[in-house]
């Protein structure tokens, strides 16, 4: 059986915003994985997308506690991190999101994520939201089924 990772090699991975709060806070259950994950990301064995919404959603606890400190280390990472591209929420992704948001009943910043995951043609989506494991339109990865 191939490793998770393994999988993930030579493959464009769009990351849902959970994925760096985890890695950010060393969740005990995925640390090894999203250790090993960012640290192949890092290397160029893989490239990644994130939508400019991850930004918002990363960086509105650490505003709202005040710790200005974690929202400039989380902004560093998405400004500078090899092989991560922020795709800013475009016209096209914005239709793509209404469509998927109407037809499959998603939040708005979930279909945003998806949408930014499906017109950046990624191979797969990292997430551990399990209510989108039914989502047809890219392979889902559950970091919970991965770790």
Do not use: W
Not at 7 to 14: F, H, S, Y
Not at 52 to 78: G, H
């Amino acid at each position: 059986m191939i490793s998770p990772l393994k999988r993930l090699i030579g493959q464009k991975i769009a990351i849902d915003t959970m994925i760096f709060i985890y890695a950010f806070e060393e969740h005990p259950a995925h640390a090894s994985f999203l250790r090993s994950f960012f640290s192949a990301l890092e290397k160029g064995g893989m490239e990644s997308v994130t939508s400019s919404v991850t930004i918002t959603e990363c960086l509105t606890q650490p505003y709202r506690v005040k710790d200005f400190a974690l929202a400039a280390q989380y902004m560093a990472l998405f400004r500078n991190f090899p092989h991560l591209s922020v795709v800013p929420v475009t016209d096209d992704i914005a239709e793509r999101a209404a469509f998927l948001r109407a037809s499959q009943n998603l939040k708005t910043p979930d279909a945003l994520q998806l949408a930014t995951a499906l017109l950046s043609e990624s191979n797969f989506f990292l997430t551990n939201d399990q209510s989108l494991s039914s989502i047809q339109d890219i392979p889902i990865l559950i970091l919970d089924r991965l770790s």
